[in-house]
């Protein structure tokens, strides 16, 4: 009688002295793998620390109040980033409102009503790649048909358009996977009560999905805030030193979103335009900024992270 | 019929909701006296890759009876089940053949006209493992009238609570209505997807091994629930358990790889089986 099997997750079963040879073998490979493993994870870590490390130390101490509530300024020391934080608050708000339900309806749409053929294929396999598309080819997208074509110009409202378009691949697939990995006993059991597709979608499978597809919208955010590139290519600003005008005004109808045609500038420029400048005072700001801006990132994810425990602990299976 | 007049309809049935003792006396167990509930005519099920899943099956539903289907693993009775409620339209390819009837009307539930999504809305269904909702109890029981569009409180409320009664689950739930439905066991889980069944008062209910993800204690307590649901409700059931279909059930259809083999009352086919496969079987030569 034979038995052939494919793959094994043991050492091989033999006996004697082989068996003793071949476990030998076994566990130094495992010990290779794993020292190499440790190695790899211990240089990567270094780097990374280093690196935060470095900008903690030269720009923490110039993080103040003063610095985050002036304009940038020709002397260093006056110098502070609050047009810049605004930008990035004002711009995020714009990618989010435009990424997140258009990314988030897009992947409901991928996974559960699309008919499953060559154009779903086409499909996925275009917003995989997308997702891997230099980030300047979307600022080169962006000038081209918002900038130009458009003739929206150089605003608030652009940017947040091409930061939406760069992230909306993130979500989409997040999304995806969110649906995906749903038990397939919870749809059944709602398409059992007779529930249509709309009702299983919007009372079973969103609220199921929502942790997924809410970390993959920050994950997106976050990775957003920090681009640079795009929004130096729509032309952002460098040096503002006057905010958008306010969302809420005093006259009827009390809402304003004059902001949205606003020029701007956003943290990630302000840090290049501070870097390269030849004094060193400057080199400390664009530090400090950098601190903010990594500040933002974390708590960007820390909020992801919480909301995905508290929800999969409301959700828990 | 169009869907909003099915769907008004079976609103109005259960704004009124119902108790067991509330339902006409069940028939009485003279063979005469039963009524069938479905039937089905030259039955054929094909899955997406081409197999064949049904040959060609023939059998009839009694109304308030529980029919056992039994069989060896891939005979074909769950998908036999499933079809009863169109579940196999969930996924592409799938094809039924002939004719699967609703008494009295007579509709078919596998023709042309009919609307998978209405057809689920009648008859309700119980899985495998217990399958709750990531939400409270009571949400859990309210389900299937939310999907109805019912949305008067003090109809979600009696019917929440006469469905919980009818599936035997209330007096563990009723001071726990609104924490998760994954605080239960997983009887009481399994009893709770039976009242959520119910609570929209199915025209039939289908259960799909339902205590075979089950200790023999909360196995016992479903047996005792589906004997008592059968006097207003019917029931067809699939199992693995040849004891159970033995003692829960009126009826009795043997299947084995897609064949219907041998259908009838059940002390008969278990008593006195008239074909050679489903002696083996129940004698324990296979499956």
């Known amino acids: 009688m034979t038995v052939t099997t494919e793959g094994n997750l043991g050492t091989p079963a033999k006996t004697g002295k082989t068996a003793f040879k071949a476990e030998r073998a076994a566990k130094r490979k495992d010990l290779i793998f794993a020292v190499g493993g440790l190695v790899v994870m211990a240089i990567a870590m270094t780097l990374l620390l280093t690196l935060i490390g470095d900008l903690v130390i030269r720009g923490l101490a110039r993080v103040d109040y003063d610095f985050l509530t002036n304009f940038p300024s020709r002397k260093a020391a006056r110098a502070g980033i609050l047009s810049a934080w605004v930008g990035s608050l004002l711009v995020m708000l714009v990618t989010a409102f435009l990424a997140i339900p258009v990314g988030v309806a897009a992947g409901l749409y991928l996974e559960e009503y699309a008919k499953k053929g060559k154009l779903a294929n086409i499909i996925e396999i275009n917003v995989a790649n997308l997702a891997g598309v230099p980030s300047i080819i979307y600022g080169l997208l962006a000038l081209g048909l918002f900038v130009y074509g458009m003739n929206l110009g150089k605003t608030v409202l652009v940017a947040g358009m091409t930061l939406a378009l760069l992230i909306l691949p993130i979500i989409i697939v997040s999304t995806r996977e969110a649906v995906r990995s749903i038990p397939r006993i919870i749809k059944e059991g709602a398409y059992g009560l007779g529930a249509d597709q709309w009702q299983v979608m919007w009372n079973y499978i969103i609220p199921a999905a929502r942790p997924g597809i809410l970390t993959g919208a920050i994950v997106g955010l976050s990775r957003a805030i920090g681009e640079t590139a795009p929004i130096i290519t729509i032309g952002a600003l460098t040096f503002i030193a006057f905010l958008p005008p306010p969302p809420v005004t005093g006259e009827f109808p009390f809402i304003s979103f004059e902001w949205l045609n606003a020029p701007f500038t956003v943290l990630p420029i302000q840090m290049f335009n501070w870097v390269s400048r030849p004094q060193a005072d400057f080199h400390t700001n664009a530090a400090a900024a950098g601190v903010v801006l990594m500040m933002l990132t974390l708590s960007l994810n820390g909020i992801a992270i919480w909301i995905r425990f508290r929800l999969r602990k409301a959700h828990r299976n | ?287």
């Not at chain 2, 003279?30 to 030259?42: F, K, Y």
């Not at chain 2, 592409?92 to 009307?105: A, D, Q, S, T």
């Not at chain 2, 709770?192 to 089950?214: F, G, M, Q, V, W």
């Open chain 2, 1 to 287: 019929m169009n869907i909003s007049d099915i769907q008004a309809s079976k609103t109005a049935e259960i704004s009124i909701p119902v108790d067991a003792s509330d339902l006409p006396p069940p028939i009485k167990p003279d063979a005469e006296q039963e009524t069938l509930r479905a039937r089905l005519e030259s039955f054929n099920f094909f899955y997406a890759d081409g197999t064949q899943a049904i040959k060609n099956v023939d059998m009839p539903i009694l109304d308030r009876k529980v029919t056992a289907i039994i069989g060896p693993s891939g005979c074909g009775k769950s998908t036999l089940l499933r079809s009863l409620n169109r579940m196999h339209d969930l996924y592409p390819g799938n094809r039924y053949e002939g004719r699967i009837i609703l008494e009295p009307e007579g509709e078919n539930l596998i023709g042309p006209a009919a609307n998978p999504v209405l057809v689920r809305l009648r008859i309700g269904m119980v899985f495998q493992k217990p399958n709750p909702f990531p939400k409270s109890i009571y949400e859990n029981v309210a389900a299937g009238l939310r999907v109805r569009g019912v949305k008067n409180r003090t109809v979600i409320d009696e019917t929440v609570e006469s469905a919980l009664r009818r599936a035997a689950v209330w007096d563990e739930t009723k001071d726990k209505l609104h924490g998760s439905a994954y605080d239960l066991s997983g009887g009481q889980q399994q009893r709770l997807c039976i009242a959520r069944a119910l609570a929209s008062n199915p025209e039939i209910l289908l259960l799909d091994e339902p205590t075979s993800a089950l200790d023999p204690i909360a196995t016992a307590k479903i047996e005792d629930l589906v004997q008592e649901l059968s006097k207003s409700v019917t029931i067809v059931i699939v199992t693995h358990n040849m004891q159970q279909a033995a003692r829960i059930s009126h009826r009795t259809a043997f299947m084995y790889l897609g064949d219907l083999i041998e259908f009838g009352e059940t002390d008969q086919i278990f008593k006195a089986p008239r074909h050679p496969r489903t002696e083996n079987y129940i004698t324990g030569r296979y499956g």
